[in-house]
């Protein structure tokens, strides 16, 4: 598995996601501005011709026309829009699959259709990072990216569609479509995730993911986790250098305390990550969450006390999971949760490490899961969302070191 389509270029190709001058201009909230917004309206677009020479040549993504993803999307209606990021709308869309030209819906193939907010070269750089390392993954634990349309000032991405969503939408929307998600279908969307974000660690790979977070997690129908969004994505340190330094982007709530404070990246900064959504799995609670009361605001903050002894972590356990773990389960996904979220980020645990602890804790778990399948959801309490409980959008972070966690060293626990 892995690199599909031959070798990543690396010297002389953009450097996707590079720290820049310009910061992404803010989503539909305006929550993601940063201080250099007002640059960001300033940039243009850089001109179609370099931008085209820009994508790397390996990368094996079909180019569609603006018009032809218009009529694929029928002319981006509102009702076809699947979400809405800090980059653009996704829409849902319907292309041929021999000539991936626009189709009828529900004829062909269902594709998502990401189209860029026009605005910012820190927008492009997110487009183009995209291009460049999704076009050149395979994995089937990574989204696929099917192409992208450039064309005069407009920027899109084609995805393959993953028909149950994100798994922000699964943990956290309250209605009927969205059941919560039991604890074995948790542990199966933790453990594809895992393989994803070890898959690109790897040698092979070599990719700091940078944005891990559980919007960026998608669900095939059979709950298979695939991770999109490779926009702040970055080559990991070589040679001697053991992290690579950057203007500090990402998610409040998901960047590691050093990372915050200093700037330098290394693969501990997404394992660190990985531990927020571990953490938001178990608890059903955001990462962030202005609505809690005071002190419970940042999740892992509250929740690290309780998960250092063994008969607290039920306080931090989503109720709507009542019944369907064993006491070894849960006491093991609390575990590796803290260790993920060690502030001494060496002492955090590799991916491969964690995807090994998963996949134990899977096969010794078959008999309830098929307890599990004869049918233990519940109906999810009717809990209305307000407005502070919001999620948290991807930014520029830079300078803006209060909302993260203090960097204070701690016990490791295993
Ligand atoms: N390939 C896809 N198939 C189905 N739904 C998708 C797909 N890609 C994205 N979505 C939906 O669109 C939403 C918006 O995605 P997007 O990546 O633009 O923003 P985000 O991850 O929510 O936020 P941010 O921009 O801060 O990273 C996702 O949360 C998901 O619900
Ligand atoms: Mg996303």
Redesign the pocket.
């Known amino acids: 598995m892995g690199n599909c389509w031959g070798a990543r270029i690396k010297d002389g190709s953009p450097h996707p996601g590079a720290s820049g001058m310009f910061s992404k201009s803010g ?1 539909k909230d305006g929550s ?1 501005l940063s201080g250099c917004s007002s640059r960001a309206s300033s940039a243009s677009m850089p001109p179609t011709t370099k931008t085209e020479c820009e994508i790397l040549q390996s990368a094996n993504v079909k180019v569609f026309s603006f018009s032809n993803l218009k009529a694929a999307t029928r002319n981006f209606r509102p009702d076809s829009v ?9 829409y ?1 869309g319907w292309i041929d699959e021999n000539t991936l030209s626009a189709c009828r819906p529900g004829t062909g193939i269902a594709v ?1 259709v ?1 189209r860029l907010n026009q605005e910012g070269l820190q927008g492009h750089r997110e487009w183009l990072a995209e291009v460049n390392y999704l076009g050149q993954f395979c994995h089937p634990n990574l ?1 696929k990216l099917i192409g992208y349309c450039v064309e005069d000032e407009h920027r899109l991405l084609v ?5 149950r ?2 798994l ?2 699964h943990l956290f929307r309250r209605g009927s479509y969205f059941q919560p998600l039991s604890w074995n279908l948790r542990m199966k969307v933790a453990l594809g995730a895992a393989k994803g974000l070890a898959y690109l660690h790897s040698a092979e790979a070599k990719v700091i993911y940078r ?1 891990f ?1 559980t ?2 997690i ?1 669900l095939d129908t059979d709950y298979s986790a695939k991770l ?2 490779f926009g702040l994505a970055k080559d990991g340190p070589v040679g001697e250098k053991s992290h690579v330094s950057t203007r500090v982007m990402g ?1 409040y709530g998901y960047a590691a305390p050093e990372y915050l404070s200093t700037g330098h990246l290394t693969a501990k900064s997404d394992i660190y990550s990985f531990g927020v959504v571990l953490l938001e799995m178990l608890s059903g609670r955001r990462a962030i969450d202005k609505n809690r009361p005071q002190g419970e605001h940042n999740l892992v903050e509250w929740a690290r006390p309780y998960l250092t002894h063994k008969r607290k972590i039920f306080r931090v356990l989503d109720t709507r999971l009542e019944g369907q773990y064993s006491l070894r389960g849960a006491q093991t996904i609390a575990t590796l949760a803290l260790e993920c979220l060690c502030y001494d980020a060496k002492m955090r645990p590799s991916m491969d490490a964690v995807v090994t602890i998963l996949e134990e804790l899977q096969d010794s778990s078959e008999a309830e899961k098929n307890q599990e399948s004869k049918g233990s959801t519940k109906q999810a309490p009717a809990i209305s969302a307000s407005k502070s409980s919001r ?1 948290p ?2 930014k520029s972070l830079g300078g803006t070191k209060e909302t993260g966690p203090k960097s204070r060293p701690v016990v490791h626990s295993r």
């Open positions: 989503g993601r699947l979400g809405e990021g800090g980059f653009g709308s996704v849902k998502a990401k989204v995805y393959e569609f993953m028909p969503g994100s922000e939408n944005d977070k919007s960026n998608l999109s969004d998610t999620k959008r991807r």
